[in-house]
């Protein structure tokens, strides 16, 4: 472990690059972004290989006898487990195995060493027991699995900030992303003082411990959602043109019935993309929204909406819109007084009280239907 593992370093410290560049990435779906994930997989599992022909690591030995600088070796499994999910294969199931096996080998070798907490030694005895249908919490009870997720989420952040704390004295930025950008650019900044080298490692193989097993548990609950799935049929020579054809965007006359264009080609824009630089720089207009008081006032809202009107004003507005017919009801039977200042109004009601009596001289009462009595 003297000579060695200064290949097994250049190998890890290559895929750490390109792991770190795929997270800094947006479309995870581009063809490029793939072709860069498929070569830190092979960055790390040459890394394996290698470890394994050295036999850097060894069933014989304790957790002492790995030097600082080696324990970061110690996680190559877990971040082939990492970038092998990231995989946008459709078919899923061979991905979750594999990503699985490897995550499986990352707490095997813990376990070898002792690294492993007791809860931790427990959560993974429960997941050797039950593979299939391993979880990090209660499948029954939806209040102990509510429960066993927010101590889970205290635990994940409890151990980032012990994380933090290892490397703030000795790099002294504030920022967690400056931080982790100074060892980046400076790996070497910690090797003079070995014990906080060894406490830092340590800390995060704890911390990637903790999300091991929550990737198990999703691991388990999408392997057993697609044991139900029905088998994906081969896609025949007309889907596969059709799909072609989606995924061009435009066809060959340039006409595109989509609305938006692809990730992709917005991120090529300058549409998308972080809105400001690593020196604080604009990169392009943003608008400042007001989301975080627009939430605090919707969190004590009813689920219903409230009206926006009262009665009268909503009857006020359909009689306005003619949805209100008036008239009807007792009152319509009542005559209004007549205005005897109105002298054609006056007329009227005489000549037709007239009409009326000569009606009914011409027409005496029962000379309508005689039942042909004569």
């Known amino acids: 472990m003297t000579d060695s593992p200064r290949n097994v370093r250049t190998l890890f410290d290559s895929g750490n690059r390109q792991r770190k560049q795929l997270e800094s990435s947006y479309d995870a779906n581009s063809s490029t972004y793939q072709e860069n994930l498929r070569a830190a997989i092979s960055t790390f599992e040459e890394c394996r290989r290698l470890a394994d022909e050295i036999s850097l690591f060894s069933q014989n030995e304790s957790l002492e006898d790995i030097s600082s600088g080696d324990l970061q070796y110690l996680l190559i499994s877990y971040y082939l487990a990492e970038l092998i999910l990231r995989n946008n294969n459709s078919d899923r199931k061979p991905v979750l195995n594999q990503a699985q096996t490897f995550y499986e080998n990352y707490l095997n070798l813990l376990d070898t060493y002792g690294v492993l907490s007791t809860s931790n030694r427990k959560l993974y005895e429960s997941y050797l027991d039950n593979r299939k249908a391993f979880s990090t919490a209660s499948t029954t009870d939806v209040a102990a699995r509510r429960e066993s997720k927010i101590k889970r989420f205290r635990q994940e952040k409890e151990l980032k900030g012990k994380l933090e704390a290892r490397i703030l004295p000795y790099v002294g930025i504030s920022d967690s992303n400056g931080r ?10 910690l090797q003079n003082d070995d014990s906080a080298l060894r406490d830092l490692h340590i800390a995060n193989i704890n911390l990637c411990t903790h999300r091991t097993f929550q990737s198990l548990d999703i691991i388990s609950q999408e392997l057993q959602l697609l044991a139900f799935a029905p ?8 889907a596969l043109a059709v799909d072609k054809r989606e995924r061009s965007w435009r066809g060959k006359d340039g006409y595109s019935e989509r609305l938006d264009a692809p990730l992709s080609q917005l991120v090529a824009g300058g549409k998308a993309g972080p809105i400001l630089s690593k020196d604080g720089k604009p990169l392009k207009p943003f608008v400042l929204l007001d989301r975080r008081q627009r939430i605090q006032e919707g969190v004590f809202k009813p689920g219903h909406s409230l009206p926006t009107m009262t009665i009268d004003e909503y009857l006020e507005e359909e009689k306005r819109r003619g949805g209100m017919i008036e008239g009807g009801g007792e009152k319509s039977g009542i ?7 109105n002298i054609d109004k006056a007329d009227e009601e005489t000549i037709k009280a007239r009409e009326w009596d000569e009606f009914k001289e011409t027409n005496p009462k029962g000379s309508g239907n005689t039942l042909n009595k004569g």
Request: charged share 25%; net charge negative; hydrophobic share 15%.
């Open 335 to 341: 005559r209004p007084d007549p205005d005897e200042d």
């Open 180 to 189: 982790q950008q100074y060892l980046a650019q400076n790996p070497t900044a």
């Open 231 to 238: 088998p994906a049929s081969p896609p025949s020579s007309e």
